[in-house]
Structures are given as structure tokens and as C-alpha cells.
């Protein structure tokens, strides 16, 4: 089973108060210069936070919420650096299922 990282927020955090729209659009144009694929997905109030493992996050941010999910840990901990209002977590479920991308 796959393993995502991931960091929440609000919608309105994410979507209105952070520029994280220029942030990931940087981080898409680096990886396509580079030739490397998208491992990182914005999603916004998705259902995998009302899982019982993640109850913690349900409780602490705002609905409606949005996630930036990834494969790399590493990315995760530095958009937790660079907007510091998040919550951090993993998740070894198939998340993505059903989402296009």
C-alpha cells in the first residue's frame, strides 16, 4: 500500500491567506524542467481526514478543509517550513483512488 504525506489546513488558509497557488505552481514548472513526475496533489475537504486514524486533524482545522498530499516527505516538511500553519501527517491508504490527476 502506498505511502502519502500530507499537510492541512483551512480551505481559506490554503486557498485566500497563503500564496500556495504560486508555491506549487513553482514546485510544477522545477519538477517539468527536470522531467520529473507530480507527486504532490492539492485536494480540497477530501474524505480520507474523516478516517478514525485522523481524528486529530478533523479536530484542530476549520471545514471546509484542503490538503497538499505527496509521496515525499521531504516536500511536505518544507511546505510546513514555508507556511507554518499546518498539520502534518502520513497515511498508508490508497487516498488518490478514484481522484483524477
Given at each position: 500500500?502506498?505511502k502519502?504525506?500530507f499537510?492541512a489546513a483551512s480551505?481559506?488558509f ?6 500556495i ?6 514546485r510544477?514548472n522545477?519538477?517539468n524542467s527536470?522531467n520529473k513526475?507530480i ?16 481524528s ?7 471545514k471546509?478543509?484542503a490538503?497538499i498530499?505527496s509521496?515525499n ?5 518544507w ?6 500553519y499546518v ?8 487516498v488518490?483512488q478514484?481522484?483524477?490527476?
Amino acid at each position: 500500500m502506498p505511502k502519502y504525506y500530507f499537510a492541512a489546513a483551512s480551505k481559506k488558509f490554503f486557498l485566500e491567506e497563503e500564496p500556495i497557488e504560486e508555491v506549487l505552481r513553482e514546485r510544477t514548472n522545477y519538477y517539468n524542467s527536470i522531467n520529473k513526475p507530480i507527486d504532490f496533489w492539492l485536494l480540497v475537504d477530501p474524505d480520507f481526514l474523516n478516517s478514525k486514524e485522523l481524528s486529530y486533524v478533523q479536530l484542530r482545522i476549520k471545514k471546509p478543509s484542503a490538503v497538499i498530499i505527496s509521496t515525499n516527505p521531504v516536500f511536505i516538511n518544507w511546505i510546513k517550513l514555508r507556511v507554518s500553519y499546518v498539520l502534518t501527517g502520513e497515511i498508508e491508504k490508497d487516498v488518490l483512488q478514484g481522484i483524477k490527476v
